[in-house]
Nanobody, 125 residues
């Protein structure tokens, strides 16, 4: 059984930092692709960053140099460190997992079978 439990998030002023965590079960013992998505009101859910079993990572252009995706295999936990936040980063953030394969780099929400409960990130100017 796969479970993803998120923590972190909250409110911060522009320029600040936050770290999101996603504690997983049933994921790290096989090949997998993990992702952070976000969804702002009235917008589509978009993939922000990806990481897989090999440690391969990818991020959308708007967060490159500011957000870092990482994983701690000993703790079965996925992280998203977000620095230099701006108001456009305000959204609900979700972690997601698909087992049995590596990331391809072109994933959309339809590629992921398992989701965290979501956590709100609000950045004020």
């Amino acid at each position: 059984q796969v479970q993803l439990v998120q923590s972190g998030g909250g409110s911060v002023q522009a320029g600040g930092s936050l770290r999101l965590s996603c504690a997983t079960s049933g994921v790290f013992y096989t090949a997998y692709c993990l992702a952070w998505f976000r969804q702002a009101p009235g917008k589509e859910r978009e993939a922000v960053a990806l990481i897989d079993t090999r440690g391969w990572t990818s991020g959308v252009d708007s967060v490159k140099g500011r957000f870092t995706i990482s994983q701690d295999k000993a703790k079965n936990t996925l992280y998203l460190q977000m620095n230099s936040l701006n108001v456009e980063d305000t959204a609900m953030y979700y972690c997601a997992a698909v087992r049995g394969r590596y990331c391809k780099g072109s994933e959309t929400r339809n590629d992921f079978q398992h989701w965290g409960q979501g956590t709100q990130v609000t950045v004020s100017s």
